[in-house]
């Protein structure tokens, strides 16, 4: 008899209604060509909510997704990706939440490969899932509450043994940027908080007490160990110490690779954990090569350190668990734990605009304040930061004076504004500003519909033609790794998308510390030549090798989506082997797929499959997006969607792009470096949109046919 057991998958997809109440599942293996995660999750939301749908109607669906290695003892295997409407952004496209934590396994372990959340409720609920029972439940007790609150009495209810996804205030106001939050401060952003909030669902709270399959165990294991003992770097990959350290040949300042002796979890609990120097090969010290508090938040950060932490199955652990006292009068809580852009936001992205001084020496405990009393204000009700988007805005719109003109008078005096003056430095300022963004009811709460909607408001178009936003397109997202990694890579994979990238294929490259030399030899094996990169601010103009590596760092990155893999560590192009010449494994996610699913896979055939699935997502948004006449439909993508905002081309005044010590681009040559990665997907050239012949050759008949029909295909 034939094997009938699933391998990877669970093998179901769970869908509950809310407007109805209906609880079903359907099988995965229709989806299966789709991986899981990101492609699963975008072929339901392209098969079942029709172009021009209101993201905040009953009509749109919000899915969660997993892939086939989570939950299957495959390392760093724990992502989740949200998939629904945009909220805040031009046209409502297509977007992709992804988030850490624990939600992903959980899902997984109850027995399910994705959780579709149709309809809407006339009350507030929750959804329970305990494995194969499920139920609608009642969230009046709890609606109001923030995300921290809302956990720990959902946790009470159900089990704590579960994980709570939660919005907050933020997401039943129907702020735009309101996320979803689960396992403390693990977020799902992109607005898809005020998707569930529209739905009057609270939370889904999830108890998987169930296994995965796989089809080789062994393998699995034998795996994971070589790449904890060979492979695998720190956060972003990073394969270098950032001090030099006897064992090292090499050493990189910017290494996130932070640990070495003399530095501590000061404030972990019993005594202080030195980080010490963990070495290439050592499985069991791998946890500690991250010392993220102290990368994030300076070196003040050292006292406050109770562990670095991490998502389901990750070795990494590149989130700060803290513990500031001075963060419970302000904030309320006086634990936090995030990880990059929501560890630093006034000191990094605030900061600049301000000049309050948190950067001098001396002021390192203030700006911890600072930073722990906003991320702990921001997560507990429930906000995104748009990758700092938000705190650029409220800097901006402060010191330029913005809100003392578009604010009314009442609202504008309801804010004691002279908190930012640097004799008074009171980080409560910032609860003031985030709470009344989340009520969703005054003017100043526009800044939470994003900037595509607050600057038309205001008058204040120019801010997105000034360097300082980093918003990199006009449809309202910010940079993520940018025209600053590698020029054109960066500046045509933050196009493609509707949001902000989150791609760091490219980036983890570029930081990794390895030296530059080094790294072209890599590229060449990569990308097929060394100038398919070049050195930072140095750069030249765009060639077919670039154009391969800007397709490839898409690619892996959807891909990762799909397994779900973390991007922010994987694909491992270099390892910090010297033995192996630094060389990674480029073979990694496929060997780990055939030794979970059993299927017989190449690293071509998930990179077409990785292709394939953001062919998919540009067909749905040609399908969505509008023209200037404000009709549904439009496959010119190169001049309505992938347009970089001006500051690209018009920062450093006083240089040319292609010189040494900018980053600034050429117009023509980005569009030229548009239309070679349009060829490498197989999209039209000129229009940057799906073809017919790259529709087949993906083996995507339906989706041929439906825009056929629609007459978006070239």
Same mark, same amino acid.
């Given at each position: 008899m034939a094997d009938e057991t699933s391998y990877g998958w669970a093998g179901k997809i769970l869908r509950v209604n809310l407007s109805t109440g209906s609880i079903t599942t359907q099988p995965t293996d229709p989806y299966k060509e789709y991986i899981g995660g990101m492609g699963l999750a975008n072929k339901i939301m392209f098969d079942e909510v029709p172009a021009g749908t209101d993201p905040l109607s009953p009509e749109n669906k919000i899915v969660f997704a997993v892939g086939p290695l989570t939950a299957s003892g495959v390392p760093l295997a724990g992502r989740t990706t949200i998939c629904s409407l945009s909220t805040f952004s031009k046209d409502h496209l297509i977007i992709d939440a992804h988030c850490g934590g624990m939600l992903g396994a959980k899902l997984k372990l109850s027995g399910h490969d994705a959780l579709v959340v149709e309809g809407t409720s006339d009350h507030p609920v929750y959804i329970n899932i305990k494995d194969d029972e499920v139920e609608i439940k009642d969230a009046s007790p709890i609606w109001g509450l923030g995300t921290r609150p809302a956990t720990e009495a959902l946790s009470r209810m159900e089990s704590t043994n579960a994980c709570v996804a939660t919005i907050g205030p933020a997401g039943e106001n129907l702020v735009p940027y309101a996320v979803i939050m689960n396992s403390r401060n693990h977020s799902a952003g992109a607005g898809v908080g005020a998707v569930m909030g529209s739905k009057m669902c609270k939370a889904v709270v999830v108890e998987g007490n169930g296994s995965v399959n796989v089809k080789d165990p062994q393998a699995v294991a034998d795996l994971s160990d070589y790449m904890l003992r060979e492979i695998i770097g720190s956060n972003n990959n990073h394969v270098v110490p950032s001090t030099q350290q006897e064992w090292a040949e090499y050493y990189d300042k910017g290494s996130r690779w932070t640990a070495r002796k003399g530095l501590y979890?000061?404030?972990?609990?019993?005594? %202080?954990?030195?980080?010490? !120097?963990?070495?290439p090969g050592e499985i069991n010290t791998v946890g500690y090569r991250c010392m993220k508090a102290t990368k994030d938040l300076g070196p003040a950060a050292e006292k406050y350190t109770i562990k670095m932490n991490g998502c389901h199955s990750c070795p990494i652990h590149c989130y700060s668990d803290l513990r500031v006292e001075g963060a419970k009068a302000t904030?309320?809580?006086e634990t936090s734990g995030s990880t990059c852009a929501a560890n630093f936001p006034v000191s990094a992205y605030m900061e600049g605009f301000l000049k309050m001084g948190l950067k001098e020496e001396g002021n390192g405990d203030l700006s911890v304040l600072w930073d722990t009393t906003t991320s702990n204000t921001m997560d507990n009700m429930g906000l995104w930061c748009n990758y700092a988007q938000i705190y650029r805005d409220i800097a901006y719109c402060h010191t330029a004076g913005v809100f003392k003109r578009v604010l009314p008078e009442a609202e504008y005096a309801s804010i004691d504004w002279g908190k930012f003056d640097a004799d008074r430095r009171d980080p409560s300022i910032m609860v003031d500003i985030i709470t009344k963004i989340s009520q969703n009811n005054s003017e100043i709460s526009y800044l939470g519909h994003g900037p595509y909607v607050w600057c038309e408001r205001w008058g204040e178009q120019k801010w997105f033609d000034n360097a300082k936003s980093t918003l990199v397109n006009y449809r309202g997202w910010p940079v993520h790794h940018s025209i600053e990694c590698f020029g054109q890579v960066g500046a045509v994979y933050n196009m493609l998308f509707n949001r902000d990238d989150m791609i760091h294929s490219a980036v983890n490259f570029q930081g990794c510390g390895l030296p530059f030399e080094l790294k072209q030899q890599i590229a060449e094996e990569v990308w097929g030549g060394a100038d398919a990169i070049d050195k930072d601010k140095n750069y030249t103009p765009m060639n077919d090798h670039k154009a391969n590596f800007a397709w490839w760092s898409v690619v892996t990155d959807v891909l990762h989506d799909s397994l779900t893999l973390c991007n922010w560590v994987w694909p491992m192009t270099m390892s910090p082997t010297k033995a192996r010449d630094y060389r990674g494994d480029l073979d990694l996610e496929a060997k780990f797929f055939e030794a979970v699913t059993g299927e017989d896979v190449t690293t071509d055939d998930l990179y077409k499959a990785g292709a394939k699935i953001m062919t998919l997502q540009r067909a749905n948004t040609v399908r969505g997006m509008t023209k200037a006449d404000g009709s549904m439909g439009n496959n010119n993508?190169?001049?309505?969607?992938?347009?970089?905002?001006?500051?690209?081309?018009?920062?450093? %005044? +006083?240089?040319?792009?292609?010189? !040494?010590?900018?980053?600034? @681009?050429?117009?023509? +040559?980005?569009?030229?470096?548009?239309? @070679?990665?349009?060829?490498?997907?197989?999209?039209?050239?000129?229009?940057?949109?799906?073809?017919?012949?790259?529709?087949?050759?993906?083996? @995507?008949?339906?989706v041929k046919e439906e825009l056929q029909s629609l007459n978006l295909l070239p």
């Amino acid at each position: 008899m034939a094997d009938e057991t699933s391998y990877g998958w669970a093998g179901k997809i769970l869908r509950v209604n809310l407007s109805t109440g209906s609880i079903t599942t359907q099988p995965t293996d229709p989806y299966k060509e789709y991986i899981g995660g990101m492609g699963l999750a975008n072929k339901i939301m392209f098969d079942e909510v029709p172009a021009g749908t209101d993201p905040l109607s009953p009509e749109n669906k919000i899915v969660f997704a997993v892939g086939p290695l989570t939950a299957s003892g495959v390392p760093l295997a724990g992502r989740t990706t949200i998939c629904s409407l945009s909220t805040f952004s031009k046209d409502h496209l297509i977007i992709d939440a992804h988030c850490g934590g624990m939600l992903g396994a959980k899902l997984k372990l109850s027995g399910h490969d994705a959780l579709v959340v149709e309809g809407t409720s006339d009350h507030p609920v929750y959804i329970n899932i305990k494995d194969d029972e499920v139920e609608i439940k009642d969230a009046s007790p709890i609606w109001g509450l923030g995300t921290r609150p809302a956990t720990e009495a959902l946790s009470r209810m159900e089990s704590t043994n579960a994980c709570v996804a939660t919005i907050g205030p933020a997401g039943e106001n129907l702020v735009p940027y309101a996320v979803i939050m689960n396992s403390r401060n693990h977020s799902a952003g992109a607005g898809v908080g005020a998707v569930m909030g529209s739905k009057m669902c609270k939370a889904v709270v999830v108890e998987g007490n169930g296994s995965v399959n796989v089809k080789d165990p062994q393998a699995v294991a034998d795996l994971s160990d070589y790449m904890l003992r060979e492979i695998i770097g720190s956060n972003n990959n990073h394969v270098v110490p950032s001090t030099q350290q006897e064992w090292a040949e090499y050493y990189d300042k910017g290494s996130r690779w932070t640990a070495r002796k003399g530095l501590y979890w000061a404030d972990a609990e019993g005594e %202080p954990i030195e980080t010490g !120097e963990p070495k290439p090969g050592e499985i069991n010290t791998v946890g500690y090569r991250c010392m993220k508090a102290t990368k994030d938040l300076g070196p003040a950060a050292e006292k406050y350190t109770i562990k670095m932490n991490g998502c389901h199955s990750c070795p990494i652990h590149c989130y700060s668990d803290l513990r500031v006292e001075g963060a419970k009068a302000t904030s309320g809580y006086e634990t936090s734990g995030s990880t990059c852009a929501a560890n630093f936001p006034v000191s990094a992205y605030m900061e600049g605009f301000l000049k309050m001084g948190l950067k001098e020496e001396g002021n390192g405990d203030l700006s911890v304040l600072w930073d722990t009393t906003t991320s702990n204000t921001m997560d507990n009700m429930g906000l995104w930061c748009n990758y700092a988007q938000i705190y650029r805005d409220i800097a901006y719109c402060h010191t330029a004076g913005v809100f003392k003109r578009v604010l009314p008078e009442a609202e504008y005096a309801s804010i004691d504004w002279g908190k930012f003056d640097a004799d008074r430095r009171d980080p409560s300022i910032m609860v003031d500003i985030i709470t009344k963004i989340s009520q969703n009811n005054s003017e100043i709460s526009y800044l939470g519909h994003g900037p595509y909607v607050w600057c038309e408001r205001w008058g204040e178009q120019k801010w997105f033609d000034n360097a300082k936003s980093t918003l990199v397109n006009y449809r309202g997202w910010p940079v993520h790794h940018s025209i600053e990694c590698f020029g054109q890579v960066g500046a045509v994979y933050n196009m493609l998308f509707n949001r902000d990238d989150m791609i760091h294929s490219a980036v983890n490259f570029q930081g990794c510390g390895l030296p530059f030399e080094l790294k072209q030899q890599i590229a060449e094996e990569v990308w097929g030549g060394a100038d398919a990169i070049d050195k930072d601010k140095n750069y030249t103009p765009m060639n077919d090798h670039k154009a391969n590596f800007a397709w490839w760092s898409v690619v892996t990155d959807v891909l990762h989506d799909s397994l779900t893999l973390c991007n922010w560590v994987w694909p491992m192009t270099m390892s910090p082997t010297k033995a192996r010449d630094y060389r990674g494994d480029l073979d990694l996610e496929a060997k780990f797929f055939e030794a979970v699913t059993g299927e017989d896979v190449t690293t071509d055939d998930l990179y077409k499959a990785g292709a394939k699935i953001m062919t998919l997502q540009r067909a749905n948004t040609v399908r969505g997006m509008t023209k200037a006449d404000g009709s549904m439909g439009n496959n010119n993508l190169r001049e309505d969607h992938d347009v970089i905002t001006t500051w690209a081309f018009d920062k450093d %005044p +006083d240089k040319q792009a292609f010189s !040494e010590g900018t980053d600034k @681009m050429d117009r023509d +040559d980005f569009q030229t470096a548009l239309g @070679m990665v349009y060829a490498k997907f197989g999209w039209d050239e000129k229009l940057g949109c799906p073809t017919a012949a790259c529709l087949d050759e993906y083996g @995507m008949a339906d989706v041929k046919e439906e825009l056929q029909s629609l007459n978006l295909l070239p």
